[in-house]
């Protein structure tokens, strides 16, 4: 096949550029910190601040944490029916169109968030998370029908590139309203919801520029070849799971992969209001400590990428999950009000967050089978990531509420980076023995 036209290709880019500022604003700055404070007791000599939901209390961000568990539950229980329609591909730009448009709307919507309707915040929160992981798996699934398999690489790079560039300047823009809301006449509480109605429009608008150059789906296959397309994606995460008993690397490495990857999510999730609510790190550092992870991440992700050239995927693995481990204590241990130390654990947190990321794909990419079955493997692989985020986000908030503090939580976490490591030592052994992956 041809790579499409260049106008193609900018568009299917430019749904990166509207999508990313969703995980950057929404899910990394501004709304965690603007969530704790406005279900937050005003107290800084408090970590653990208590809301009523439900005839329940819950601990403030134990709360926001089972919020997105829930969220990423019901993720992993569509993403295999959403899987099976992107396989069919005669509708998947309209599954876009609706995702986009829920995701987007559910962030405006965030806009009439305050301390007198959490549940509806909550809500919000929860249809937003679903709407972007949604749309993602249709937007990835056009990567190879608009381009050869030699561009590939250079086009998936062009995205990422292009959503790194959109977030960073809304983020910027959004950072100005908040940093200075006396320019604007306004308050800091206003102006994050003015942050969160300016993610929804420009998620939307710069969706609709994409949508517009994307082509319509061309079906692979006929719906008889399959069965109902309601029920395919779960037999293939089903066929996936019968192979694996005969691939005891590939099913070692994706034990040790749900494990850690439990502990590398959760951090990512939970850190914005860990540094806010028990680190005490006012907002505007928050939001500068997040962008310093952002830029760190791409040469962490090439570094660690070479490192696995010289010593090999497994081990240089073992070596990021180890920094990993240390990273947990380390956070663990950060005073009070220490802003200089969240920035420097900042710097090393985002150096290994995008090497883990990158080279636990591409390790799973080289353990599996030649088969042209690749989306269901990888479509098993996107499930074991959603649920291990669920048990992780779900765990750190259940030791934050039965300890009274989130630094148990943070400790908490050694054990499941530790329990992957162990199955990575396993896995590398027994690939050791086969000679399958450097």
């Known amino acids: 096949m041809k790579t499409a036209p260049k106008k193609v290709i900018n568009g299917w880019a430019m749904y990166d550029w509207a999508n990313s500022v969703y995980n950057l604003v929404i899910t990394s700055t501004i709304f965690p910190a603007y969530y704790e404070a406005v279900t937050g007791d005003n107290n800084d000599a408090t970590s653990n601040d208590t809301v009523q939901l439900f005839g329940r209390e819950f601990v403030n961000t134990s709360l926001y944490q089972y919020a997105l568990g829930i969220a990423f539950l019901v993720v992993a229980f569509i993403s295999p029916l959403l899987s099976s329609i992107a396989d069919y591909k005669g509708n998947k730009k309209q599954f876009l169109f609706f995702f986009c448009t829920m995701g987007s709307i559910a962030c405006s919507a965030l806009f009439f968030f305050d301390s007198h309707n959490l549940a509806y915040g909550l809500v919000c929160l929860i249809m937003a998370c679903i709407g972007f992981w949604g749309s993602l798996v249709f937007y990835n699934s056009y990567l190879p029908e608009i381009a050869a398999p030699e561009d590939q690489d250079k086009v998936s790079a062009k995205g990422f590139a292009m959503g790194y560039i959109g977030s960073v300047i809304l983020q910027i823009i959004c950072f100005v309203f908040v940093l200075k809301p006396d320019l604007f006449g306004i308050t800091v509480g206003k102006a994050s919801q003015i942050s969160f109605l300016l993610v929804g429009v420009w998620w939307w608008g710069f969706g609709q520029f994409a949508l517009n150059r994307l082509p319509k789906g061309t079906p692979l296959a006929k719906k008889s070849d399959h069965g109902s397309i309601f029920t395919y994606g779960y037999r293939e995460l089903n066929k996936v799971w019968k192979q694996l008993s005969h691939m005891p690397v590939l099913k070692r490495y994706l034990g040790a992969f749900f494990f850690y990857n439990m502990g590398v999510q959760t951090v990512m999730l939970a850190a914005t209001l860990y540094g806010k609510s028990e680190l005490n790190i006012p907002t505007t550092n928050l939001i500068i400590a997040i962008l310093i992870i952002q830029l760190v991440a791409i040469p962490g992700a090439y570094l660690i990428a070479r490192l696995s050239d010289a010593i090999g995927n497994f081990r240089a693995l073992m070596v990021t999950v180890s920094l990993w481990i240390v990273l947990c204590v380390i956070g663990y241990l950060l ?20 090497g883990i990321q990158s080279l636990s794909r591409s390790t799973y990419a080289k353990l599996m089978p030649e088969t042209h079955d690749t989306t269901s493997f990888f479509s098993f692989y996107d499930v074991t990531e959603k649920i291990a985020i669920v048990i992780g986000m779900f765990s750190f908030g259940y030791i934050n509420e039965i300890s009274g503090s989130q630094r ?30 450097n």
């Open 335 to 354: 005073p009070r009000d220490g802003i200089n130390e969240f920035y420097g654990l900042a710097v090393v947190v985002g150096f290994v967050m995008g």
């Open 408 to 437: 148990n939580s943070v400790l908490a976490l050694v054990v499941f980076f530790a329990i992957g490591l162990v199955l990575l030592i396993f896995a590398s052994v027994r690939n050791h023995k086969q000679g399958q992956v």
